[in-house]
């Protein structure tokens, strides 16, 4: 698995400069709020997905008056050590992984996988289509290595086709129906490669990490059903006039969403807020398992431990997140007892006004 040995960060937020050096397994940062806690858990996102899970502007992450951040680690993963380091500020991205210069945040992804799990966790589920999209397309790019080649070709043809909709120019048929024959490719190849991913999320879920924190069956759908069992280029010629009408393509992917089910009801709506906590724990689990069948696994993080959880249910998504063999780093408004007594070698930091201090290792 990888793990971080030592993590390093200048110029995030409120924490100013700092370095740590976690536990391979549990690492515990706890303190009153604003003290730099999620802060942390947020160096190390940056590391993987190159922004922010807080804020979409980098400004907005970088320590008040300096004009850029970095973030910095060095860890092992299957056995081998690997360094890893971020430069981010206006209009500069520098990601550098074993010293060797990678200019994709996907890229960056796949090499340091990582998972998040935040009090606003039912977003997923709560939100507009485009967030389970983004949730299933992220997922994929860590598992499936065709997956962005399709996506990429996918959405290179849509924008052509899209341009050419909105264009005040007479539509050449040659050339939008070249542009949607390569959508129909890339979507079969896309469909394929996401009905896989879910099916093998449900036998997971299912078997061993629902069933740990949930009494029911649950389910994960991927819902493409306007353009299901038929051809999509065929599909797009045959609704070309009406998409030149809104100026915009109306079928495909990149317009299909998720459902997320318990017991066959919307989970929103039958689950109550920490039930839905401990689904998006065990779907996060879910996900690390299938990197460990790859021959790969992930660091998570576990922002707000206590929120909309008891003690028990805190447990239970502690040992269902650990059973993975990942490291984990998690943020709390206190300390509970029991986190060193049942997690012998976890890691515990004491933050307050933006410092760090070990306090258990």
């Excluded at 922010?52 to 060095?74: C, H, M, P, W």
Aim: charged share 25%; with cysteine; hydrophobic share 35%.
């Amino acid at each position: 698995m990888p793990y971080i040995e030592q993590l390093n960060a200048r110029s995030v937020r409120n924490l100013g400069d700092f370095r740590i050096e976690p536990s391979q397994k549990l690492n515990l940062f706890y303190g009153p709020n604003a003290s730099g806690k999620t802060s942390i858990l947020e160096s190390i996102y940056l590391l993987s997905r190159i922004r922010s899970f807080r804020s979409r502007r980098i400004n907005d992450v970088i320590t008040y008056g300096e004009s850029k951040l970095q973030v910095y680690a060095k860890g092992k993963k299957k056995g081998n050590p690997f360094s890893v380091g971020i430069e981010k500020g206006h209009g500069i991205t520098k990601i550098r992984f074993d010293g060797e210069s990678i200019k994709t945040a996907s890229k960056q992804a796949k090499l340091l996988p990582v998972y998040i799990l935040t009090p606003n966790h039912d977003t997923l589920f709560t939100g507009p289509p485009k967030n389970r999209r983004h949730w299933l397309d992220w997922s994929l790019f860590h598992v499936e290595r065709k997956y962005m080649s399709a996506w990429k070709g996918y959405h290179l043809a849509l924008r052509h086709r899209n341009a050419l909709l909105k264009s005040d120019r007479r539509i050449d048929p040659l050339e939008i129906s070249g542009w949607e024959r390569l959508m129909g490719q890339e979507a079969t190849k896309i469909d394929l490669m996401r009905n896989s991913y879910v099916s093998d999320l449900n036998r997971l879920l299912n078997e061993k990490h629902a069933a740990y924190v949930l009494p029911g069956r649950v389910k994960i759908n991927y819902l493409n059903d306007n353009y299901k069992n038929f051809n999509l280029s065929d599909l797009l010629a045959a609704g070309r006039n009406e998409d030149e009408k809104r100026g915009y393509t109306n079928l495909g992917p990149h317009l299909s969403n998720v459902s997320f089910s318990y017991e066959d009801y919307n989970i929103i709506n039958h689950l109550s807020r920490g039930q839905t906590k401990l689904f998006s724990a065990a779907l996060v689990s879910s996900q690390v398992d299938k990197l460990k069948e790859l021959g790969n696994n992930a660091v998570v993080l576990v922002d707000d431990l206590g929120a909309e959880l008891d003690v028990d249910s805190s447990k239970k998504m502690l040992d269902l997140l650990l059973a993975n063999d990942t490291q984990l780093f998690v943020s709390s408004l206190s300390c509970p007892e029991w986190i060193a007594q049942e997690h012998e070698g976890c890691g515990v930091f004491h933050v307050k006004h933006g410092k760090i201090q070990k306090m258990i290792e």
